[in-house]
């Protein structure tokens, strides 16, 4: 059974940083791409950033220059390091897992809100 565990929400003011972690339990985590979505009040869950398990990245345009996904496999952890907040990047964050673009797993989510 695999588990995602997601940390690091909170409130931010608009321009501050946040990061989040999520920690994988299970033993396919080295092989699996790790993900970071995003679900904000009345819309669809969308996909923030992506790394691959070869450490590839991809950016949702939003996003791109101001967060930075990581991951490192001895731990089973990933990490989504976000800057220049702004208070349309307040959603709930999930952590995935799973091969390339397909999202196996899913964390139980971390609220963050940028607001002054």
């Known amino acids: 059974q695999v588990q995602l565990v997601e940390s690091g929400g909170g409130l931010v003011q608009p321009g501050g940083s946040l990061r989040l972690s999520c920690a994988a339990s299970?033993?396919?985590?080295?092989?699996?791409?790790m993900g970071w979505y995003r679900q904000a009040p009345g819309k669809q869950r969308e996909l923030v950033a992506r790394?691959?398990?070869?450490?590839?990245?991809d950016y949702a345009g939003s996003v791109k220059g101001r967060f930075t996904i990581s991951r490192d496999n001895t731990k089973n952890t990933v990490w989504l390091q976000m800057d220049s907040l702004k208070p349309e990047d307040t959603a709930v964050y999930y952590c995935?897992?799973?091969?390339?673009?397909?999202?196996?797993?899913w964390g139980q989510g971390t609220q963050v809100t940028v607001s002054s």
């Open positions: 299970g033993s396919i985590f080295r092989g699996y791409a």
């Open positions: 995935s897992m799973g091969p390339s673009t397909v999202v196996l797993y």
């Open positions: 790394i691959t398990s070869g450490g590839n990245t």
